[in-house]
Every structure is written in C-alpha cells, then in structure tokens.
C-alpha cells in the first residue's frame, strides 16, 4: 500500500521569508504520479502541480518550485520570499499505477505567513 | 469551463436524517472521486465512479453510506440515518478520461455536514 508523510504538522514564518515543505512517500510501483494541493482558509482545494515518476526534473512556478527526489523518495515544495497570502494547509498526495486511481493523502502541513 | 460544482455547501442534519451530496463535474470528464475531510485531518478516499459504474468503494463505510452516477445528472453521495461522526466535509473531484495517465483530479469547493 501506498503511503505520503508529511511530518510538519505547522510552519510559522515571518513574510519574505523562504520556506520548504517536506513530503515523503511509499509504493511499490514503479509508475505513479505526485502532487500538491492548497487548501487556504476558505477551505477550497486548488490543484498546484502534478508530476510523475520518469520526470524527475525541478520545477518552478513563480515563487514555487518542486525538488522530487526518487533516491530519497521525497517531493519538497518550496515557496520564495513568502507573502501572507500563501498561508494555508497544503496536501502532498500519490497516485500509483499509470491509470485514473484514488489519491493518497498526507496529513497536510499549515503554513502559517507572520506579516 | 465551470469547475467542480458542489450542493449544498452547508447541510445541517440531525441524528437519523439522511444527507444527499451533490456534485457535477467540470465539463468533460467523466470520473468522479468522493473524499472526506474530518477536523483537522487530510483527506480520505471514499469512492471512484464513472458514468453509471462503481469503480472503487474501497474507502466507503459498509453501511449506511452509497454513492450514484447516473448517465444524467450530477453525482450523489448519500448518507442514511447520519451520526455525528459523519460530520466532516465531503469533497468531489473530477477527472477527463484518458486512458493510461493519471489525470489531475480538480476538487470542487466541498460540502460541510454537521450533524447535531
């Protein structure tokens, strides 16, 4: 069975500062897909990135990037220069095998910006 | 492109009512996954439906709950006699049909249920 851990229950940083979310995961299946999700305090669910298991290659969206790391089976997200908007609950999730399948959760790590 | 829609957004229920969750998807796609959020907890799988047929129901308690997707009309969850542990909030998401790939799953806003 497959397993996402994401051992920060919560991060504090003051605004403008950097932070990294860790997310480590389990499968025994050597296809599957990686993503994250933000959920800010009105509760929504908004997708950010997906990413599979042949692409291991950075990733950066703005402020955001991804460092996915099969050797260390990990999928950090990090945010730059952090601004009190990006304060929420963010989701590390798995979906294993090559075809249209449940999402595996981690617990979630609220971010909490401090302006 | 209307994302994920989801009714109601709130539902109060009393003990032993029944609770029905709505949920239609984006324009499109044509598989839809139940989650269920409890207080302070990530999001657990409940069940992967695709136009008439039940594909997974693994995460589905074996009483009381069912899940439908009819050839027309939205996605039901339906929850009978609700306890108050069945408080949570419930998301939908949908996904295109594509053969092969994992497709994003898009998550619509979520229903809160409080049972009292």
């Known amino acids: 069975a497959q397993k996402v851990t994401q051992a920060q229950t919560e991060i504090s940083v003051v605004e403008k500062e950097d932070v990294t979310l860790d997310c480590v995961y389990e499968?025994?299946?050597?296809?599957?897909?990686l993503f994250w999700y933000k959920q800010p305090p009105s509760g929504e669910l908004v997708f950010l990135i997906r990413r599979n298991s042949f692409d291991e290659q950075n990733e950066i969206s703005g402020r955001y990037s991804w460092n996915f790391q099969k050797s260390t089976s990990s999928f950090n997200f990090t945010i730059t220069a952090s601004q009190v908007v990006d304060s929420a609950v963010y989701f590390c999730a798995l979906i294993k095998g090559f075809g249209n399948e449940k999402l595996t959760f981690g617990t979630g790590t609220r971010l909490t910006i401090i302006p | 492109n209307a994302g994920v829609m989801q009714n109601p957004r709130h539902l109060v229920r009393r003990r032993g009512q029944e609770a029905r969750l709505r949920c239609s998807p984006m324009?499109?796609?044509?598989?839809v996954y139940w989650y269920r959020q409890l207080p302070e907890e990530g999001l657990k799988f409940m069940v992967y439906l695709q136009k008439e047929n039940i594909i997974d129901e693994s995460g589905m308690p074996k009483e009381r709950f069912s899940a439908e997707f009819p050839k027309e009309g939205p996605s039901i969850l339906r929850i009978q006699q609700v306890v108050r542990g069945d408080s949570a909030a419930y998301f939908c998401?949908?996904?295109?049909?594509?053969?092969?790939?994992?497709?994003?799953?898009?998550f619509g806003p979520g229903t809160r249920l409080l049972v009292l």
């Open positions: 324009k499109g796609h044509s598989h």
């Open positions: 998401a949908s996904s295109p049909p594509v053969a092969g790939v994992a497709e994003t799953q898009y």
């Open positions: 499968t025994r299946d050597t296809t599957y897909y």
